[in-house]
């Protein structure tokens, strides 16, 4: 078997603000799949989800002399590029269409769908931790996840106040973080 | 907001989701630079929001990853429909310049055409010139052979073996003139020589005349050409006692006026 180079990611930073395609292409292996998920958690429907990762690591490849580590981690970057360019698709008017047409066959897609769905180790390790959380912490992280909401449209959706909205969040997360370092 | 209140607030959580207010984030940011604790509880928070998306993970087609290495893989065609406007319109004025050593090659092209053009019309004028003159100098070669051409016919005349030369003597009425018939004897041609007869005032004429069987038979008439005599064939005769020259008005006379008589021969 090949030996798969590894970077940390002060090195993959480096080289990417270098534009080096080995590393972006390290890049796409390792983040690609967690990527295509929370897409595809967001529009439910497989080929536009994959239209969207492929245009936000061209974003991604385009727009990296603008990441700036000092303000966050890679993937959060790479993660909130992405979730707005799939929220730009959900407001977009060919989405809508689509997802009418899509929500008939959702029953035949989910089944394929599994399939492709990434069962490496480390994912699966993850699910059962994740199992352990409350209902009311997953959910408050799936909204800020995958619903593209905004701070207030949380608290509306929970019916709970806006300042409630971060406590709330930092306490799921709190145990989000507990449950994954078990 | 001291580094306690956010790392407990649950902005941390917030910023890192992107949820956070344009003044929250700028508060975040500016503490992050601050405060290690602070980008260290970020990191925490971020790490277990990238294992709650790698839990989620679904694994894209194959071909999704060369798709985009491709396309990445090109980087100058990015950069001409990034910056189509810019590009194209540097693309244009690059097209309509045209380099100075084109413009010196065209100046230069130019003058040699003009040049080129006034040595055409000198040598178009030299040429004419010169076929002007060779005309001429033709004109007077074909002048040239044909004197020749009579001059050799008439040295054949005298010269000829058959020739039989009669000298016509002058009369008392012109003592100093003479002229010379050569008569072939095989053909019976004659050719007469006035070389020597004197110049004929206006509108008068010589005419030849053959005595046959004692009577004046009209021989022809003498013609010049360009008022000089040369040696001319005449009408032929089979036999003749004499031949005789007289002083007829122009085209001739059906008799010989006998007291314009110049010259006669004996046979």
């Known amino acids: 078997m090949q030996e798969v180079k590894k970077y940390n990611e002060v090195e993959l930073i480096f080289l990417l603000k270098n534009r080096d395609q080995t590393a972006f292409a390290y890049l796409y292996d390792n983040y690609s799949a967690a990527l295509l998920g929370v897409i595809y958690k967001m529009l439910e429907n497989r080929e536009l989800s994959e239209d969207v990762l492929q245009e936000a690591f061209i974003k991604i490849w385009n727009n990296f002399s603008n990441y700036d580590s000092e303000k966050g981690r890679l993937f959060t970057w790479m993660l909130n590029i992405t979730r707005n360019l799939t929220i730009d698709t959900i407001r977009s008017k060919g989405y809508k269409k689509q997802s009418k047409i899509q929500n008939s066959e959702n029953t035949v897609n989910n089944i394929s769908d599994n399939a492709h769905t990434a069962e490496s180790f480390d994912a699966l390790g993850i699910r059962k931790h994740l199992s352990l959380l409350k209902n009311e912490q997953r959910n408050i992280i799936d909204l800020a996840y995958f619903g593209g909401l905004t701070q207030e449209e949380i608290s509306k959706s929970l019916a709970i106040p806006l300042g409630t909205v971060k406590t709330r969040m930092r306490a799921a997360i709190i145990e989000l973080r507990k449950v994954l370092t078990n | 907001m001291n580094k306690e209140n956010i790392i407990s607030s649950g902005l941390l959580e917030l910023y890192a989701l992107e949820l956070s207010s344009p ?10 630079q601050h405060y290690p604790e602070i980008k260290q509880e970020l990191e925490a928070i971020e790490m277990s929001l990238e294992s709650y998306a790698l839990a989620h993970s679904v694994e894209p087609s194959p071909f999704l990853k060369d798709n985009i290495l491709s396309h990445i893989s090109q980087p100058e065609q990015e950069n001409i429909r990034h910056l189509s406007p810019v590009g194209s319109g540097s693309e244009k004025t690059r097209i309509y310049r045209i380099p100075s050593f084109l413009k010196f090659a065209a100046a230069a092209v130019f003058i040699l055409l003009i040049g080129s053009i006034i040595l055409n019309f000198s040598y178009y004028n030299k040429y004419q010139n010169t076929n002007n ?17 009579a001059m050799s016919n008439q040295l054949n005349v005298v010269s000829d073996r058959n020739a039989r030369p009669v000298v016509l003597n002058g009369t008392p009425h012109a003592p100093d003139a003479i002229a010379k018939i050569y008569w072939m004897k095989n053909t019976g041609e004659v050719y007469v020589d006035p070389t020597n007869l004197p110049a004929v005032p206006e509108g008068k004429q010589y005419q030849l005349w053959a005595i046959v069987d004692g009577k004046p038979v009209d021989g ?20 003749a006692q004499a031949f005789a020259i007289t002083l007829e008005n122009a085209g001739g006379s059906a008799t010989p006026t006998m007291d314009q008589l110049f010259v006669i021969s004996k046979i």
Do not use: C, P, W
């Not at chain 2, 003044?23 to 992050?32: I, P």
């Open chain 2, 220 to 239: 022809g008439m003498i013609t010049t050409e360009k008022g000089i005599y040369h040696i001319q064939k005449m009408k032929s005769f089979g036999s």
């Open chain 2, 23 to 32: 003044e929250e984030t700028v508060e975040v940011e500016k503490a992050l």
């Open chain 2, 133 to 149: 003159e060779l005309q001429v100098a033709q004109e007077k070669i074909r002048q040239n052979d044909q004197a020749n051409l």
